[in-house]
């Protein structure tokens, strides 16, 4: 047991809990207000008296939503767009940090500070320069121009993060399996690979956030074919500054919300353990 | 077989750091390049449809910037703006993470179950929802508050003062979670010799775990630096493009309005390349603090 914890006295873990408790309310307020107003009848929803429920909930506000053009395949898209970036950064990233963490070599350090610093590049800033690539690429307007730069923009995260899972595999275990003759390919991926899946997974939250959020990169390069847009320029549809569609943006800010949520269900132990060990090393 | 020598490796390391370093130069490098290239032409709408010949002006951008009040006042109020949401980002997480030690599980799962919510909620949306929390007509806040249809972002500072709240929601979390799992890999035997040497609670905080959690607490203060600097959708989305006469930008949406609203290209560019050094100054002043103290990388 931790000391720290049981010198507590009880009248104040029960004034921490309460603390603990009301900003979790608070936190969560948010949310909970989305998903009511999502559900509210239009008349609830813009009236001036809002209340915290509501006694006739209606689904007219999704039906608008995916009544919109083509709602479904943008939400196809952002999910194609994130899931190649997930997947493909995770094995560019898993072998970079192999690279960098089990091999000394020249120039390490500098890689390392390399990678650091390329965290600080502001993406939207290069959205000038990327936007005249794509084009003379012929990439603009192609779920292409999304997944790219995507790749390259969560890849120095990774490989920082997945360095601590890396080395935490112990290098007894790499001697070992060189001794009964396996080749460093064999290594590589069917022993190291499933030791640090974990925290690939733990990783992989950060960069299929940053590519489902993505608004920036959809509105620059998607600019006539909008059967290759993404969810997010499908939600400010609703949300006209002048006189917004309330309803329709709880709705379809709730449809996009809730796959990160259930990404994140499923890998929170990962992630807490893996923010962890990332730092810990 | 031998069994390969491990320290050197030969060209194994650079075979396994091929792919992400030709996607990092393709993507991330050259564009870098083309970027501080671009910020030295005169580069609008009529060279990009090659209409006009492009014109190099070595440091004219760059001129004609340091020259406007306006690029002054966007930097200054970046700067405020990114300190203030670092500030108030981390004593929210470092102050929920220790609150989380000190309770039983079931409130603990609660504020952490809250906390990923919060941390799931992509920044469009979180900036539309807590808009509507905040809206003149419609929102609870100003009902309780009692303030009728008094608009948030109206005022510059109150504007400023709402995203830098949706930033502190969307971004504590992260800083809770990596601090919590800070303090519980501290061992318990260290707090425990602590204890029976008689070290009060605080003299615990200031001279075993505070140091202990230096590197953690470095890491996060480093990520919430470059983060928060860098806001982009929340003030696009939240102040519509930079609030009410650009009274809200931040220099990444100064950058973005120059080149793409304005298509004033490298003048947008010339604005990248500033925000890009700042950032790089930054990171590397940490990188020299950590260094000196003797962390290795």
New interface residues.
């Given amino acids: 047991m931790n000391p720290v914890r049981r010198r507590v006295r009880r009248p104040w873990r029960l004034a921490a809990e309460a603390s603990a408790l009301l900003t979790a309310l608070v936190v969560a307020f948010p949310l909970y207000w989305m998903v009511l107003g999502a559900f509210k009848p239009a008349g609830e929803i813009e009236s001036a008296e809002p209340r915290p429920w509501t006694a006739s909930p209606s689904l007219d506000s999704f039906r608008r939503v995916f009544g919109q053009q083509e709602f479904g395949r943008y939400f196809v898209n952002s999910l194609v767009v994130a899931c190649s970036v997930v997947v493909v950064s995770a094995l560019i990233a898993f072998l970079a940090a192999t690279a960098v963490t089990r091999f000394r070599f020249r120039f390490r350090t500098t890689l390392l500070i390399m990678f650091l610093v390329a965290q600080t590049v502001p993406v939207e800033a290069l959205t000038i320069p990327l936007f005249f690539l794509m084009r003379d690429f012929g990439q603009l307007n192609t779920l292409g121009s999304l997944i790219l730069p995507h790749i390259a923009f969560s890849l120095p995260f990774a490989i920082w993060m997945l360095r601590g899972f890396v080395k935490a595999v112990p290098e007894t275990l790499e001697e070992a399996a060189y001794i009964d003759g396996a080749s460093r390919a064999r290594f590589l991926w069917q022993i190291l690979f499933p030791l640090v899946l974990p925290g690939l997974v733990a990783t992989s939250v950060f960069s299929f956030i940053s590519a489902w959020n993505d608004f920036l990169f959809a509105k620059s390069f998607i600019i006539s074919d909008m059967s290759r847009s993404t969810l997010p320029m499908a939600l400010l549809v609703f949300f006209k500054p002048d006189e917004p569609d309330w309803g329709g943006v709880m709705a379809a800010s709730t449809v996009m919300t809730i796959p990160v949520l259930v990404f994140f269900v499923l890998v929170q132990r990962r992630l807490v353990s893996g923010l962890g060990g990332a730092v810990k090393d | 077989?031998t069994?390969?020598s491990?320290?050197?490796?030969g060209s194994?390391?650079?075979l396994?750091?091929a792919?992400?370093l030709v996607?990092?130069g393709?993507?991330?490098a050259?564009?870098?390049y083309?970027?501080g290239l671009?910020s030295l032409f005169r580069y609008t709408q009529a060279q990009v449809s090659g209409g006009e010949p492009t014109v190099f002006l070595g440091f004219g951008n760059y001129a004609e910037l340091f020259g406007d009040g306006q690029f002054w006042q966007v930097l200054l109020a970046t700067v405020f703006f990114a300190a203030a949401c670092v500030v108030s980002t981390l004593a929210v997480g470092c102050a929920?993470a220790v609150?989380?030690?000190?309770?039983?599980a079931l409130?603990?799962l609660?504020?952490?179950?809250?906390?990923?919510?919060?941390?799931?909620?992509?920044?469009?949306?979180?900036s539309?929802?807590?808009l509507?929390?905040f809206?003149p007509?419609?929102?609870?806040v100003n009902?309780v508050l009692g303030i009728g249809d008094h608009s948030w972002t109206y005022g510059r500072g109150s504007a400023f003062l709402l995203v830098l709240l949706e930033v502190v929601?969307c971004s504590f979390p992260f800083v809770m979670?990596?601090v919590?799992?800070?303090i519980?890999?501290v061992p318990?035997e260290v707090?425990?010799a602590a204890?029976l040497d008689g070290a009060s609670?605080w003299r615990?905080w200031r001279s075993v775990l505070a140091p202990m959690l230096r590197?953690?607490l470095t890491?996060v203060t480093?990520q919430s630096v470059?983060w928060d600097?860098?806001v982009?959708?929340q003030i696009?989305?939240m102040t519509?493009g930079g609030g009410i006469a650009g009274q809200n930008l931040v220099?990444?949406?100064y950058?973005?309005q120059q080149?793409?609203a304005s298509s004033e290209?490298g003048l947008?560019?010339a604005?990248?390349?500033v925000?890009?050094l700042i950032?790089?100054a930054?990171?590397?002043g940490y990188?020299r603090l950590l260094r000196r103290q003797g962390e290795d990388?």
């Fill in positions: 077989m069994v390969p491990r320290p050197g490796g194994a390391p650079w396994y750091l792919p992400a996607v990092l393709a993507l991330l050259y564009p870098i083309q970027l671009i929920l609150l989380l030690t000190r309770v039983r409130p603990r609660a504020l952490m179950l809250a906390a990923l919510g919060a941390w799931a909620t992509p920044a469009v949306t979180g539309t929802v807590w509507f929390l809206d007509d419609f929102g609870p009902r929601w979670v990596t919590y799992a800070g519980r890999a318990a707090l425990e204890a609670q615990i590197p953690v890491v480093i470059i600097f860098k982009f959708t696009y989305v519509n220099l990444n949406v950058a973005y080149a793409f290209y947008g560019s604005i990248g390349v925000t890009l950032l790089l930054v990171t590397l990188l990388l």
